[in-house]
Every structure is written in structure tokens, then in C-alpha cells.
Nanobody, 119 residues
Framework: QVQLVESGGGLVQPGGSLRLSCAAS????????MGWYRQAPGKQRELVAA???????NVADSVKGRFTISRANAKNTVYLQMNSLKPEDTAVYYC?????????????WGQGTQVTVSS
């Protein structure tokens, strides 16, 4: 089995920073794209940022210039550095990865981590 485990969420004041981490574990042959999504109450899940195995990135306009996605391939880990946080960034953040495991490509999700931006 493959698991994605997120960490780093919490409560932060507006203007503050947080760093999310997501580590993949299990029977992993390779990992293609990795990304972060978020879902606020009453809203649909949306893409925040994604990164390919070659480190090409795609960042949502709403967080561009404030959030940075990166990955450590040797650790099967993806990060999301979030700076200048705003109340509208409050959401559950989910990690996603396309992983080759047991000879097939699968789409995997983490359990989610809450990020709350409030004074």
C-alpha cells in the first residue's frame, strides 16, 4: 500500500507563514506529479500548486508570489511554503501524488491538514 502523510498545518495570524510537508511511503517505484489542493467550507476543492518530477511548477493565481511548492525526490516528499497568509487561505489542504506502485499508476491523496488564518 501507498500512504501520503501531511504535516505542518495549524493556526496562524494574517501575514504569517506555514510550511506543509507531505511524505509518501509504501511500495513506491516512482512518483510523477505531486501537488497541493485545498477545500474551504462550502467550496469545491481547488488546485493550489503542482510540481512535476522534473521540478516544473504550476501555481494558482490566488497564491502566486506568496506560496512556493518544492519536492525532495530522495525523500518522496513535497512541500508547500506559505507566506503572507490571508484569512481567505483558510482551508483543509490535501496532498496529491501520481505514484507507480505494484506495476500500475495510481492517484493518491493525503488525509488533509487544517490551515486557519485568523487574528
Amino acid at each position: 500500500q501507498v500512504q501520503l502523510v501531511e504535516s505542518g498545518g495549524g493556526l496562524v495570524q494574517p501575514g504569517g507563514s506555514l510550511r506543509l510537508s507531505c511524505a509518501a511511503s509504501g511500495s513506491i517505484f516512482s512518483i510523477n506529479n505531486m501537488g497541493w489542493y485545498r477545500q474551504a467550507p462550502g467550496k469545491q476543492r481547488e488546485l493550489v500548486a503542482a510540481i512535476t518530477s522534473g521540478a516544473d511548477t504550476n501555481v494558482a493565481d490566488s497564491v502566486k508570489g506568496r506560496f512556493t511548492i518544492s519536492r525532495a525526490n530522495a525523500k518522496n516528499t513535497v512541500y508547500l511554503q506559505m507566506n503572507s497568509l490571508k484569512p481567505e487561505d483558510t482551508a483543509v489542504y490535501y496532498c496529491n501524488a501520481e505514484i507507480y506502485s505494484n506495476y500500475r499508476l495510481g492517484d493518491y491523496w493525503g488525509q488533509g491538514t487544517q490551515v486557519t488564518v485568523s487574528s
